[in-house]
């Protein structure tokens, strides 16, 4: 089964700092990779997501995320932060289209000061 | 407005009851799933059923139950047999292939 390391469980930066938020997973064959995050009191929502092509994914709000398959990796980035990118952030893999068996990462608290 | 339901937002039970966790889907999407998440551990994938009538085990399905009747519907029941279930239960959906769109939880508290 895949499962999904991210690496720091808290970062704190303050605005306009850059951000990279790492993720690791383990899993043989295809995969899909997302991005979800969780701001305070709300629900989980997608950020972006890798099904194929470009390795380089644009997703909402600024951030993006590289697929790096030879390092198992698949890392969100944002040039600059504001506060309210103050949130926790998930990584998580699926193995292919047709696997509805999706795995999370344990998840990123950021926070970024005023 | 399409989305995804869950009820209660907050529920509390004495030790030793079994409680019914709603969620309802309306994106005609044939794929549920239950999450469980705890402060550091992330989500932890309780059940998911990808059909009426069907549903899989997920990594901590133990003290948990399921039913998939309808394709809108799919509750779960956390019975008295799970040892730590005070957490916040998330419920989600997807289209075949597609990402999952998430419920608002509900937070369970056992005493």
């Known amino acids: 089964a895949q499962s999904v390391s991210q690496h720091n469980h808290h970062v704190i930066l303050s605005e306009a700092a850059s951000l990279e938020l790492g993720c690791n997973y383990s899993y043989g064959g295809t995969v899909n990779l997302f991005w979800y995050v969780q701001y305070p009191g709300q629900h989980l929502q997608l950020l972006l997501k890798y099904f194929s092509g470009d390795p380089l994914v644009k997703g909402i709000k600024g951030f993006e995320a590289e697929f790096i398959k030879s390092k198992f990796s698949f890392n969100l980035r944002k040039p600059s932060v504001q506060w309210s990118d103050t949130a926790e952030y998930f990584c998580?893999?699926?193995?292919?289209?047709?696997?509805?068996?999706?795995?999370f990462g344990a998840g990123t608290r950021l926070t970024v000061k005023p | 407005d399409g989305g995804i339901t869950q009820s209660p937002k907050y529920l509390f039970r004495k030790e030793g009851q079994n409680v019914t966790l709603s969620c309802e889907q309306n994106?005609?999407?044939?794929?549920m799933y239950w999450y469980r998440q705890d402060p550091g551990q992330g989500l932890r994938l309780i059940y998911y059923s990808q059909i009426v009538n069907d549903f899989q085990k997920g990594d901590i399905a133990e003290g948990y139950s399921v039913s998939r009747e309808k394709k809108e519907s799919f509750p779960l029941t956390v019975t008295s047999a799970q040892k730590n279930p005070t957490a916040f239960y998330l419920c989600a959906s997807a289209a075949q292939g597609s990402e999952q769109y998430f419920g608002p939880g509900t937070r369970l508290t056992v005493t």
């Open positions: 994106l005609n999407h044939d794929a």
């Open positions: 998580a893999v699926r193995g292919g289209y047709n696997n509805n068996d999706m795995r």
